[in-house]
């Protein structure tokens, strides 16, 4: 299993998240202040999963996530209200909701290599399954894009093997 490693720049609030996610199961292996001191433990570790504010003294959850080494993903909490997904990095809006996030911790914790890591091909069949759900569902991609996380989260597998699924079904439809 993944090392995870909280970095909230109050302590306070650090501890109620270390406490929700030990409550559940997991361990948390660090707790820090800086992305700097994140930095620094995961150069020592193999893979793990950063779950952190938005915004940290030093850095933001964005440059952080770049300058990781593979095999990290970060969860970062939004004050603004945005969820989006990039590359190694998730941002759930605060509030947060308590199932979804320890889902998401629960399957990044749990997943062999980087979750959200996608190569060239993997993006193009995500983009094209999001379509496929768009024309089907008369959604928009922001939309589709929240159902293929939501559907992964609760299945437990990658949005691109739901992605080939969804382009798969749609092509024996027709």
């Known amino acids: ?10 302590k306070s609030v650090a501890m109620q998240l270390r406490s929700m996610i030990e409550d559940e ?12 001191s994140v930095l620094s433990v995961a150069q020592g570790l193999n ?9 940290l003294s030093d850095m933001s959850a964005g440059v952080l996530a770049e300058n990781l080494p593979v095999g990290f ?4 909490l939004s004050k603004n209200g945005a969820e989006s997904y ?4 998730i941002s759930l ?13 629960a399957v990044l914790v749990s997943a062999r290599s980087g979750f959200t890591r996608r190569k060239d091909n993997e993006s193009e069949l995500i983009s094209n399954a999001k379509t496929v759900l768009m024309n089907q569902r008369n959604i928009t991609e922001t939309q589709a894009h929240k159902y293929l996380q939501s559907q992964s989260m609760k299945t437990g ?3 691109v093997e739901l992605a080939r699924e969804i382009i798969n079904d749609f092509t024996d439809q027709n």
């Open 93 to 105: 809006p605060l509030p947060v909701n308590r199932e979804e996030f320890l889902n998401t911790v």
């Open 47 to 55: 893979e793990g999963v950063i779950i952190c504010a938005s915004i």
């Open 1 to 10: 299993m993944k090392d995870i490693i909280i970095a909230y720049p109050v």
């Open 73 to 76: 993903d970060i969860i970062a």
């Open 86 to 89: 990039m590359g190694n990095l």
């Open 25 to 36: 199961g997991f361990h948390v292996s660090y707790v820090c202040a800086r992305g700097a």
């Open 157 to 159: 597998k990658k949005m």
